[in-house]
């Protein structure tokens, strides 16, 4: 069992469990409501972005689970205790989308339909497998990185092709990554720290993905209901891009005020408002 202290609260609406489990070479954190609710809702699998892990979706992973929902959230290969790249890719350096594997992995191991929910370039890992597989209860986009041709400019970025590219510095990564943080408050400065030393390096065939927005997804297939949350201040994807793919796809968007980081903000507003969506929808 996992130790709920410092998930981020979310717990108050029941109780919840939590696990470590590894699937198929993926370790996966695993949460939900205890007892097991009656109600055949689908499993929620929670994927994260680049230089994350699963640890922070763990603000999201109680709140739906003190909502009635059991979520699934691996860690990438090669990160926390998943299987080396080589070993589970037969190559060093990986792309935006191979985030599928770890999530077939996951879902062969559910054997049924789930909501996925991604962030970031797992946003983007969500999409292309929903979009190619089907068979998804729901989709839920936050701050994902946008396919090909969805009107995100790209960004200037260029990490040396023959290694991982190292997580940015405490100031980069809190105004990309956790913005609401003040690096002048010494609370601020402490929590930015530990979690920038929680960053990992980066495959930079991903980022490059991700930074010049270049892999194509045919969206059209997509029949699930989507939804998307998007930061107004979001550095990395812009609110327009995003309100392009909504249109596209059907999908509901909700704009907060924040920016790329969404799933570390305080507060279990975003969480919340995603657990009644999907009340709705499954």
């Known amino acids: 069992m996992l130790d709920l202290a410092g998930w981020g609260g979310g717990t108050e609406g029941g109780v919840v469990f939590a696990e470590r489990v590894r699937w198929n ?5 695993v949460a939900g409501p205890d007892p097991e609710p009656a109600d055949d809702r689908p499993p929620v699998v929670l994927l994260h972005g ?29 990160r926390f205790g998943s299987a080396p790249v080589a070993d589970a890719l037969g190559r ?18 559910l054997r049924r339909p789930a909501v996925l929910i991604g ?29 090909r041709g969805f009107g995100a400019e790209p960004i200037p970025v260029r990490p040396r092709p023959d290694r991982l590219w190292r997580p940015p510095d405490v100031s980069t990564a809190t105004s990309m990554f956790f913005d609401h943080l003040d690096l002048d408050d010494d609370a601020g400065r ?7 030393r929680t960053l990992v390096g980066e495959s930079p065939v991903a980022v490059l993905d991700a930074v010049r927005f270049r892999l194509p997804v045919d969206v059209d297939p997509l029949r699930c209901p989507v939804r998307i949350v998007a930061g107004e ?50």
Do not use: K
């Open 92 to 109: 060093s350096l990986r792309s935006v989308a191979d985030a599928g594997g770890e999530l077939s992995r996951v879902l062969d191991r």
């Open 119 to 147: 962030h970031s370039m797992g946003g983007f890992a969500c999409l292309d497998w929903a979009c190619r597989h089907g068979n998804v209860a729901a989709l839920v986009l936050v701050a994902p990185v946008v396919p």
């Open 190 to 196: 402490t929590t930015a720290r530990a979690w920038a």
């Open 233 to 282: 201040r979001d550095p990395l994807v812009p609110v327009s891009a995003l309100r392009e793919l909504a249109d596209h796809v059907g999908a509901h968007l909700n704009v907060l005020d924040c920016g790329h980081g969404i799933p570390l903000r305080p507060g279990t507003a975003a969480a919340e408002a995603t657990a009644a969506w999907l009340n709705e929808q499954c």
């Open 25 to 29: 070479g993926v370790v996966v954190e």
């Open 50 to 78: 680049g230089c994350h892990g699963a640890w922070c979706w763990r603000q999201w992973s109680s709140v739906l689970a003190a909502a009635g929902w059991r979520t699934y959230a691996p860690n990438w290969f090669g």
